[in-house]
């Protein structure tokens, strides 16, 4: 199986701050790796898809990037309602699976 | 829009079964395949189980096995995990999920997640 590991697990900011997370696979995935948010007690939410592609309605300060074995996602100015729980996942091969999480706290 | 609503969780023993739904509305069922999610307490997250569009192929992960399975009533946009012989490892909230893709087989990644029904395997 691939394995996601994702760091930093818990990142402390404050609003209006650039974060940066980052997403490394076991092996290459080329570029199927899609990312979610995930609020306490909700299911996730899909932001990114296809590594960079933005899913429909998700705000243009979420964007993604890299291939192969290191991703990232940025959220270029954090907003209130960001704080969250954000993971990523490949869909490679089966069994897809995903990163372990980095919580972003309020600092 | 698009609604997914989980509902067959609860507390069961270890060794026992359970039966998961999740209905669904505002989309056309079977053009989508369909995951099964869990997450356990605090934990990440594991796909369980996933179902192509019209039912064909089933995928599960290693730890159900042999254990679950995933079916579908694309007649009642309903979809289904039996979970049979549970363990305490199996304890999570299950979100139903649908794939990405609109041709039938799956993608691997999913648009859109119901609310998750939580599943307790203890004795």
């Known amino acids: 199986d691939i394995q996601m590991t994702q760091s930093p697990s818990t990142l402390s900011a404050s609003v209006g701050d650039r974060v940066i997370i980052t997403c490394r696979a076991s092996?290459?995935?080329?570029?199927?790796l899609a990312w979610f948010q995930q609020k306490p007690g909700k299911a996730p939410h899909l932001l990114i898809y296809k590594a960079s592609s933005l899913e429909s309605g998700v705000p243009s300060r979420f964007s993604g990037s890299g291939s192969g074995t290191e991703f990232t996602l940025t959220i270029s100015s954090l907003q209130p309602d960001d704080f969250a729980t954000y993971f990523c996942q490949h869909y490679y091969s089966f069994p897809w699976t995903f990163g372990l999480g980095t919580k972003v706290e309020i600092k | 829009q698009v609604q997914l609503a989980e509902s067959g969780g609860g507390a069961v023993q270890p060794g026992r079964s359970l039966r998961l739904s999740c209905v669904t509305s505002?989309?056309?069922?079977?053009?989508?395949?369909m995951h099964w999610v869990r997450q356990a307490p605090g934990k990440g997250l594991e796909v369980v189980a996933v179902i192509s569009g019209d039912g064909s192929n089933q995928y599960y992960a290693d730890s159900v096995k042999g254990r679950f399975t995933i079916s579908r009533d694309n007649s009642k946009s309903t979809l289904f995990v039996q979970m049979n012989s549970l363990r305490p490892e199996d304890t999570a909230v299950y979100f139903c999920a649908r794939d990405a893709h609109n041709l039938g087989d799956p993608l691997g990644f999913c648009d859109s997640w119901g609310q998750g029904t939580l599943v307790t395997v203890a004795s």
């Open positions: 505002g989309f056309t069922f079977g053009q989508y395949a």
């Open positions: 092996q290459s995935i080329s570029d199927w």
